[in-house]
C-alpha cells in the first residue's frame, strides 16, 4: 500500500540556519512526489515536485529536495531559514503506476517553527 | 496555473442544519477534488467531483451526507448534510489537469464548526 511518512511533527529552527523537513515513501512504482506549504487559514501552495531526472529538485521561495530512490526519501531542504518560512509543510506522493485515480497520499504535516 | 476561489472561507451552523460549499476556478480543469483536514491535520479525500456525473467518492464518505455536484469544468459544489460537531472541519477543494503531471491546486478552504 501506498503511505507517506512525516517523522517529525515539528521542526525548531534558528532563522538564517539551514532547515531539513524529513519525508520518506512506500510506493509500488516510481513516485511522482510532491511538497505543499500550509499558511494560517489558507490553502496549500505548491512548492516543488520530483517526477523524473536529477535528483536534487529546486523549487519556490529558496526551498529544494532531494529524492534520494534507495533510502525512499525526499527531505525539503532551505539553506538559510526565514522567520515567514513558519508554516505546515506536507509532503505528498501519487504512484503513477495507479494511473488513471490521480490520488494523492498526503503525510500527517510537519509544523516548521523559525525563530527570530 | 489555476487561481481558485472558495466560498464561504468560514461558517458556524446548527447542528441538524446543511451547508453547501462553492468552488469556481479560472479556468477550465478536468478534475476537481474535495478534502476534508481537522485544523493541523493531515488532508483526507472526500471524493472526486466528476463533470456531469456523480462524484466518486472514497471509503467512509458517502453521497447522502456530501452530495457533490459538478455541472460544468470550472464549478463544484460540496454539501455538508445534516451536520454534526464531528463534522466540524476544514473543507479544501483541489483541481488538477489531466494528462500532464502538474502539481494540485488548492482553494483557501472552509472553516466549519457544528453547534
Known amino acids: 500500500a501506498q503511505s507517506v511518512a512525516q517523522p517529525e511533527d515539528q521542526v525548531n529552527v534558528a532563522e538564517g540556519n539551514p532547515l531539513t523537513v524529513k519525508c520518506t515513501y512506500s510506493v509500488s512504482g516510481n513516485p511522482y512526489l510532491f511538497w505543499y506549504v500550509q499558511y494560517p487559514n489558507r490553502g496549500l501552495q505548491f512548492l516543488l515536485k520530483y517526477i523524473t531526472g536529477d535528483n536534487l529538485v529546486k523549487g519556490s521561495y529558496g526551498f529544494e529536495a532531494e529524492f534520494n530512490k534507495s533510502q525512499t526519501s525526499f527531505h525539503l531542504k532551505k539553506p538559510s531559514a526565514l522567520v515567514s518560512d513558519s508554516a505546515l509543510y506536507f509532503c505528498a506522493v501519487r504512484d503513477p503506476s495507479t494511473s488513471g485515480t490521480y490520488k494523492y497520499i498526503f503525510g500527517t504535516g510537519t509544523r516548521l517553527k523559525v525563530l527570530a | 496555473s489555476a487561481v481558485i476561489s472558495q466560498k464561504p472561507s468560514r461558517d458556524i451552523c446548527q447542528r441538524g442544519t446543511s451547508l453547501t460549499i462553492q468552488c469556481q476556478v479560472d479556468s477550465q480543469v478536468t478534475m476537481m477534488f474535495w478534502y476534508r483536514q481537522q485544523p493541523g491535520q493531515s488532508l483526507t479525500l472526500i471524493a472526486t467531483a466528476n463533470q456531469g456525473s456523480e462524484a466518486t467518492y472514497e471509503s467512509g464518505f458517502v453521497i447522502d451526507k456530501f452530495p457533490i455536484s459538478r455541472p460544468n469544468l470550472t464549478f463544484s459544489t460540496l454539501t455538508v448534510s445534516n451536520m454534526s460537531p464531528e463534522d466540524s472541519s476544514i473543507y479544501l477543494c483541489?483541481?488538477?489537469?489531466?494528462?500532464?503531471?502538474?502539481?494540485?491546486?488548492f482553494g483557501q478552504g472552509t472553516r466549519l464548526t457544528v453547534v
Open positions: 483541489s483541481c488538477e489537469y489531466r494528462g500532464r503531471i502538474t502539481e494540485a491546486f
